[in-house]
């Protein structure tokens, strides 16, 4: 069978991506491989180049050829993709140029807050960022946020 009729076989909604579900069911479907809904997503997440939480065709044809490798470089890939996201869930920018953009106070109490935490003062905020701003100029930039990540 095709990589391709495997895609569209795997694709029940029809909508031109898979997901989790979708890739999970279709391995048992197709491969008799059962896999958990965990391991669905970790398995999409890793083959997911541009991190919509879907497998567009061509990100399912590189997984499915072997085109994809897993190895610590590719880790160290989707770590610092999945790090960029969620920079930009807190950042406060005008622009999508990473370099320019910061977490303020402001910027990480409203994110903060629709994620449901407890209502935070932007005094709060302030002094969470404090921790880690390295340049003193009272926001994250992606590199202090990394670093705070990672520690």
């Known amino acids: 069978m095709e990589a391709s009729s495997v895609f569209a076989a795997f694709d029940e909604d029809g909508d031109g991506k898979l997901s989790a579900s ?19 997503v970790e398995i999409l997440a890793a083959a997911d180049a541009d991190c919509d939480g879907l497998l567009s065709q061509g990100e399912f044809l590189r997984l499915a050829t072997g085109a994809y490798k897993h190895d610590d470089d590719d880790d160290d ?3 610092q993709r999945c790090l960029r996201e969620a920079f930009g869930m807190y950042a406060c920018s005008s622009t999508k140029d990473t370099a ?7 910027s990480l109490r409203r994110t903060l807050s629709r994620l449901g935490s ?3 003062g932007v005094e709060e905020c302030r002094a969470m960022i404090c921790r880690f701003d390295l340049d003193g100029d009272s926001a994250l930039s992606f590199d202090e946020f990394r670093v705070m990540m990672m520690a």
Not at 25 to 37: C, I, K
Request: hydrophobic residues 40%; proline residues 3%.
């Open 22 to 40: 979708e890739l999970r069911r279709g391995m048992a479907a197709t491969l008799g491989e059962d896999v958990s809904e965990e391991e669905a």
């Open 77 to 79: 890939v989707v770590r």
């Open 100 to 106: 320019t953009t910061t977490i303020t106070p402001a």
């Open 118 to 120: 407890h209502e935070l």
